[in-house]
């Protein structure tokens, strides 16, 4: 899978990280828990689907509010407002590369079937911290 | 390929011809006695000759070991590189495969195989026989079903089968242990109880591999054709605990869903010997005592726990 790489941790107050996506990988439908969410492609290119939140109870294929490939240099800002997304590297020939910036920090989040809208709250973790391997 | 390639760079190892335009990669290759890493993505690759003949005879037939052939025009795998034993990692990504050809476990070093962006349909159960395969990767494909065997894959840590035409997955994913990533958005999961117990009488080719199997009928490679040896390796126990049975391709289906680690409920396909067999999971229409129910609900679930990051998007 994509693997996320941080960068700086600011003085606690956002988290810069690299992440790096294969060929075909993709993440899960998410929310942001509540802070603000940068990217941008610096290496090939990466599909934004934005997605509704689902109702309270959950039930039936969430809604698709709207898509875009996002190519190298371009940026992107999202936050629970706006809604979810999934973003994927759907280029069966190109890696992927995009910084992000998450301001303030979270660490967990949910991610949502995109089915039947259920969510389910995830611990988030880094392949590597500045540079060194996070041996899990 | 420049002429005399191999003359000036015999010790070549790694050779990246990616978005060259080329359509044909000539017979230059053959002389490159130390390749091992071969890039030819996004080229025109994909006719007949595309690949020079005795590439598998050539000194790099032994060294090759990472091929790149994504982004080109291969209607088919081509057989030239089926020969090649050490090969280690192979992409096909972003080509026009509507099969996976089962000579594909000629690759006997095969760790990585990416074939995703295909038009692929069905997965022979000969993949299943590569046994160093740890990077398995079908998405944005045709596929409508996995086979059982794909269990057999021990060394699977990673299945991509996102965007395909799956309706349920055989239980014996479940036995993939080391299997830490597998991604099955975008496929048409069914999410209500499907009862499906149409069943196909063995054909007598599969009788008779059953009866060898369940009574231990020794044989020899030597005994029987080759693609007889290789069908009875192919044969599956029946999940039913009190049945010592196999079946090979004839079975009774019945769809199970399996909550994984309490998150998603996926619908496995169960697969018996006969209609006489029950699943350890018995069916959600039945009302059977509660005690079997939750034995065998635990069973799978524990089973399901096994798995580790299940990435299902």
Same mark, same amino acid.
């Given at each position: 899978?994509?693997?996320?790489?941080?960068?700086?941790?600011?003085?606690?107050?956002?988290?810069?990280?690299?992440?790096? !996506?294969? #060929?075909?990988?993709?993440?899960?439908?998410?929310?942001?828990?509540?802070?603000?969410?940068?990217?941008?492609?610096?290496?090939?290119?990466?599909?934004?689907?934005?997605? #509704? !939140?689902?109702?309270?109870?959950?039930?039936?294929?969430?809604?698709?509010?709207?898509?875009?490939?996002?190519?190298?240099?371009?940026?992107?800002?999202?936050?629970?407002?706006?809604?979810?997304?999934?973003? #994927?590297?759907? $280029?069966?020939? #190109? $890696?992927?590369?995009?910084?992000?910036?998450?301001?303030?920090?979270?660490?967990?989040?949910?991610?949502?079937?995109?089915?039947?809208?259920?969510?389910?709250?995830?611990?988030?973790?880094?392949?590597?911290?500045?540079?060194?391997?996070?041996?899990? | 390929?420049?002429?005399?390639?191999?003359?000036?760079?015999?010790?070549?190892?790694?050779?990246?011809?990616?978005?060259?335009?080329?359509?044909?990669?000539?017979?230059?290759?053959?002389?490159?006695?130390?390749?091992?890493?071969?890039?030819?993505?996004?080229?025109?690759?994909?006719?007949?000759?595309?690949?020079?003949?005795?590439?598998?005879?050539? /000194?790099?037939?032994?060294?090759?070991?990472?091929?790149?052939?994504?982004?080109?025009?291969?209607?088919?795998?081509?057989?030239?590189?089926?020969?090649?034993?050490?090969?280690?990692?192979?992409?096909?990504?972003?080509?026009?495969?509507?099969?996976?050809? /089962?000579?594909?476990?000629?690759?006997? %070093?095969?760790?990585?195989?990416?074939?995703?962006?295909?038009?692929?349909?069905?997965?022979?159960?000969?993949?299943?026989?590569?046994?160093?395969?740890?990077?398995?990767?079908?998405?944005?494909?045709?596929?409508?079903?996995?086979?059982?065997?794909?269990?057999?894959?021990?060394?699977?840590?990673?299945?991509?089968?996102?965007?395909?035409?799956?309706?349920?997955?055989?239980?014996?994913?479940?036995?993939?242990?080391?299997?830490?990533?597998?991604?099955?958005?975008?496929?048409?999961?069914?999410?209500?109880?499907?009862?499906?117990?149409? +069943?196909?009488?063995?054909?007598?080719?599969?009788?008779?591999?059953?009866?060898?199997?369940?009574?231990?009928?020794?044989?020899?490679?030597?005994?029987?054709?080759?693609?007889?040896?290789?069908?009875?390796?192919?044969?599956?126990?029946?999940?039913?605990?009190?049945?010592?049975?196999? +079946?090979?391709? @004839?079975?009774?289906?019945?769809?199970?869903?399996?909550?994984?680690?309490?998150?998603?409920?996926?619908?496995?396909?169960? +697969?018996?010997?006969?209609?006489?067999?029950?699943?350890?999971?018995?069916?959600?229409?039945?009302?059977?005592? %509660?005690? %079997?129910?939750?034995? @065998?609900?635990?069973?799978?679930?524990?089973?399901?726990?096994?798995?580790?990051?299940?990435?299902?998007?």
């Amino acid at each position: 899978r994509y693997t996320r790489n941080l960068v700086d941790s600011g003085n606690g107050k956002f988290n810069l990280m690299i992440l790096c !996506w294969g #060929e075909g990988h993709g993440s899960s439908i998410h929310d942001h828990t509540d802070s603000h969410c940068f990217m941008k492609i610096l290496q090939g290119n990466l599909k934004e689907t934005l997605f #509704e !939140w689902p109702e309270k109870k959950g039930n039936g294929e969430m809604a698709k509010k709207s898509e875009r490939v996002l190519r190298e240099n371009q940026c992107a800002y999202i936050n629970d407002s706006i809604g979810l997304h999934r973003v #994927e590297n759907i $280029s069966h020939t #190109e $890696s992927a590369v995009s910084l992000h910036l998450y301001s303030p920090p979270f660490d967990s989040c949910n991610t949502f079937d995109q089915r039947t809208g259920h969510k389910h709250k995830v611990k988030m973790t880094f392949y590597s911290k500045f540079g060194e391997r996070t041996v899990c | 390929l420049p002429v005399g390639l191999a003359q000036w760079f015999p010790a070549l190892e790694e050779l990246d011809v990616s978005g060259t335009g080329l359509a044909e990669l000539g017979t230059e290759l053959l002389a490159l006695p130390r390749l091992r890493t071969l890039l030819a993505k996004n080229n025109r690759l994909g006719g007949p000759s595309s690949l020079p003949k005795g590439l598998a005879q050539a /000194p790099l037939g032994r060294s090759l070991r990472v091929l790149n052939l994504s982004g080109n025009r291969f209607a088919e795998v081509p057989p030239t590189l089926l020969g090649l034993r050490g090969l280690q990692s192979l992409s096909l990504g972003g080509n026009r495969l509507h099969s996976i050809p /089962p000579d594909i476990q000629e690759l006997r %070093s095969l760790e990585f195989l990416y074939l995703g962006g295909n038009f692929i349909t069905s997965i022979p159960p000969e993949l299943a026989n590569l046994p160093s395969l740890s990077y398995l990767v079908l998405c944005d494909n045709k596929i409508q079903s996995i086979p059982p065997q794909l269990a057999q894959l021990h060394s699977l840590r990673s299945l991509s089968l996102h965007n395909n035409l799956l309706t349920y997955l055989p239980r014996e994913i479940l036995n993939l242990v080391h299997l830490e990533e597998l991604s099955l958005r975008g496929n048409p999961l069914v999410v209500r109880f499907v009862r499906d117990l149409t +069943y196909n009488p063995p054909s007598l080719q599969e009788l008779a591999g059953r009866t060898i199997k369940t009574r231990n009928v020794p044989y020899a490679p030597s005994d029987l054709p080759e693609n007889l040896v290789r069908y009875l390796s192919l044969a599956s126990n029946c999940p039913n605990p009190k049945c010592g049975g196999v +079946y090979f391709d @004839s079975c009774v289906r019945q769809i199970k869903f399996v909550d994984f680690c309490g998150k998603y409920r996926l619908p496995l396909m169960h +697969y018996l010997c006969s209609p006489e067999c029950s699943s350890p999971c018995s069916s959600a229409s039945q009302s059977s005592t %509660s005690q %079997s129910e939750s034995d @065998s609900e635990d069973e799978a679930s524990v089973a399901a726990r096994r798995m580790q990051k299940v990435l299902l998007g």
